[in-house]
């Protein structure tokens, strides 16, 4: 077995509510956000989604729970050969819903998030800041219940961070809890929101 | 790009009422986006591509491997089979003929008796025809030992009478031989047996060697697809991993993955079976366009009759098939597989693979 990561800590992360999760880098930010998003199993202790026990729930049913968090990785993890629009409707084609019901929905969030001129674009010539937004709103897709971002403006200019952040403010506005996992103290000092704090494998919570 | 105002200290969520509608971002798009400019009625989408790259190295590698595999698989399945019937050939028409053989001797009128051997054989239920072997037919047989222009009174050479017989329903032979001793003495009948035994066991381990090599080469055929189909889903794997994670379920999963082989697979083995079909065809019509030619008559005598039959496209078709499903079943075990093995990373810290990065 591994080093101990994380030890110690009760949380919860309530509806609608909206937090940054920080500490340093190795801090053990990534593997709080996978353990939230169940691809990450804790060794011991207890984990309670949307009412019910993570260890309770077979592997079977765990594609249904994670429909209902949506997740912005670091490294976007967009596909290659797919285009914006298709990168970000991905997850309502994997619930086999038709192209023609979600077409104008997608469509619209790539506006939102300011991507309406890329639609048919693929990563390749996205920057940077359009393939978080791309990210970001393949997350958004399908209005999840929680937002888990690890470092969504670790790769772009103050300014386009401050971009992103007020998406996720808007996000939370319209009902979805996020929590940013970021050690960007300047972003974090934008928003008078809870902070997590993570050192060394504890987690003080500052509301 | 008009950047949207940077919030000052904004106190998200508890305050604010969320909208309960499905698309709410719609109506907040224009204000969140102003760089877009005025709404278009309609944005064109290109025809949503498949979940999997069409082609890419590894899919083209694969499509050629399948292919070699195919053609060389089909190959063997039309030499065993052309192998089995010149072999049920061979046995057949040696089987299909019995051979009376009367020595001459001091006061045998070797006409009469030659006649009456032919009669005698053919009272026996199970023979059909016999022929007498006239005295040029015999010179013909004797051509090659004795030369031309032989004169057979000069010789005592023994005559044949050759007596076809039902191959499903053969006479006594025991019976003939004993009648035939009683009534031509100089008569000897020759029912092939041994020739026929020794050719059984030539052809059957003619047809075992080539159902060695059908083995082999199928075996080699199963393991070089398996190990292709896995080494270009080697090169999915983050496309399984981003399908996993927006909440694919594994069988949505295996599924696009078995669509995409199957297509690789039907297009690689179909071009293998055909080009050897092919070849198996064009081998028999060059072979019946030049029969009775010194160079058609060499390879008819080497490798029989190019022709594979209905059976041999039938197996050639099925091989197709086969090479498609194994293809098909290799690339969704090894999907599921996958997918088993990302889950299996979750209760195993150490192992970081495949989760994004700290």
Not at chain 1, 60 to 69: A, D
């Amino acid at each position: 077995m591994g080093p101990e990561i994380l030890r110690d800590m009760t949380f919860d992360i309530p509806k609608r509510s909206f937090q940054f999760l920080t500490g340093p880098s190795g801090a053990g930010k990534t593997t709080l956000l996978r353990l939230l998003f169940t691809s990450l199993y804790p060794t011991r202790g207890i984990i309670r989604m949307f009412g019910r026990e993570l260890s309770q729930i077979p592997r079977s049913e765990l594609p249904m729970l994670r429909r209902r968090i949506g997740i912005v990785y670091q490294d976007f993890r967009l596909l290659d050969h797919l285009t914006t629009y298709e990168n970000v409707a991905l997850p309502l084609r994997v619930r086999g819903k038709d192209e023609a019901s979600y077409r104008n929905d997608v469509i619209e969030l790539l506006k939102w998030v300011g991507l309406g001129e890329r639609i048919n674009v693929l990563p390749a010539v996205l920057s940077g800041g359009e393939k978080q937004r791309a990210a970001i709103a393949r997350a958004l897709m399908d209005r999840p219940e929680i937002l888990l971002a690890d470092e969504p403006t670790g790769n772009v200019d103050p300014p386009m961070a401050r971009r992103l952040l007020s998406l996720f403010l808007e996000l939370n506005r319209l009902g979805t809890a996020v929590v940013i996992a970021t050690h960007d103290l300047a972003l974090m000092d934008q928003v008078d929101a809870r902070r997590m704090i993570l050192t060394e494998g504890r987690l003080d919570i500052y509301e | 790009m008009n950047e949207p105002r940077p919030p000052t200290k904004t106190k998200p969520a508890k305050t604010e009422k969320a909208p309960a509608g499905a698309t709410a971002w719609q109506e907040k798009s224009a204000e969140a986006a102003p760089d877009q400019g005025p709404r278009r009625a309609a944005m064109r989408v290109r025809p949503t591509a498949p979940i999997l790259p069409p082609s890419n190295i590894q899919g083209n590698a694969l499509m050629v491997v399948i292919a070699i595999m195919a053609f060389l698989a089909c190959l063997t399945l039309g030499g065993v089979s052309m192998v089995r019937a010149t072999a049920a050939g061979w046995q057949s028409e040696i089987s299909r003929e019995i051979t009376i053989q009367i020595k001459p001797d001091e006061g045998l009128d070797m006409d009469a008796a030659l006649k009456k051997a032919r009669d005698v054989a053919l009272t026996f239920v199970g023979t059909r025809d016999g022929t007498i072997m006239d005295d040029s037919a015999t010179a013909r047989l004797l051509e090659p030992w004795l030369g031309t222009g032989l004169d057979l009174a000069d010789l005592p050479v023994p005559r044949l009478v050759i007596i076809t017989i039902d191959e499903q329903n053969p006479p006594d032979f025991a019976a003939m031989r004993d009648l035939l001793k009683t009534e031509v003495p100089q008569a000897f009948l020759d029912d092939h047996r041994t020739w026929v035994d020794r050719l059984v066991s030539m052809a059957r381990t003619t047809v075992l060697i080539g159902m060695g090599v059908l083995i082999l080469v199928f075996t080699a055929m199963i393991l070089t697809v398996v190990f292709a189909t896995r080494g270009a889903l080697s090169g999915n794997r983050h496309i399984i991993e981003v399908l996993h994670f927006v909440g694919a379920e594994s069988g949505f999963v295996a599924r696009e993955f078995q669509k995409h082989f199957l297509k690789i697979s039907i297009k690689g083995s179909a071009a293998g079976g055909a080009l050897a079909a092919l070849l198996f065809a064009a081998a028999n019509l060059w072979q019946s366009n030049s029969r009775a030619t010194p160079q058609s008559e060499q390879a008819t005598a080497l490798f029989g009759s190019f022709t594979i039959g209905f059976g041999g496209y039938l197996g050639i078709f099925a091989t197709i098939l086969v090479i498609a499903l194994l293809t098909t079943l290799t690339a969704r075990l090894t999907v599921m597989k996958t997918i088993d093995e990302i889950d299996l990373i979750r209760s195993d810290p150490a192992r970081a693979d495949g989760a994004p990065k700290s």
